[in-house]
């Protein structure tokens, strides 16, 4: 969640969206089991794990960007 926060992709959120947004990036994590698995073993994350938390988060929160920028969306560089 910090590391979303930190790439800047709620900034461009409707505060409305924001809980909601949250708790999508949340779930996301569960689309990248081995990236979770060393979160809750407190394991270092090697940049790979990092990119693959910012690729889930993006698309997790990609409903909620403002006009459907979810492409351009904060930190979707990481994608390319």
């Known amino acids: 969640m910090l590391y979303a926060l930190h790439q800047g992709l709620f900034d461009d959120l409707p505060e409305a969206d924001l809980g909601e947004a949250e708790k999508a ?16 073993g407190a394991e270092e994350l090697e940049q790979d794990d990092l990119e693959a938390l910012l690729r889930a988060a993006t698309e997790a ?3 909620f960007s403002r006009g459907g920028e979810g492409a351009d969306a904060p930190g979707s560089q990481a994608q390319h």
Do not use: L
């Open 25 to 40: 990036v949340r779930a996301a994590v569960d689309d990248v089991p081995e990236v979770a698995e060393k979160i809750e």
């Open 61 to 63: 929160i990609r409903e």
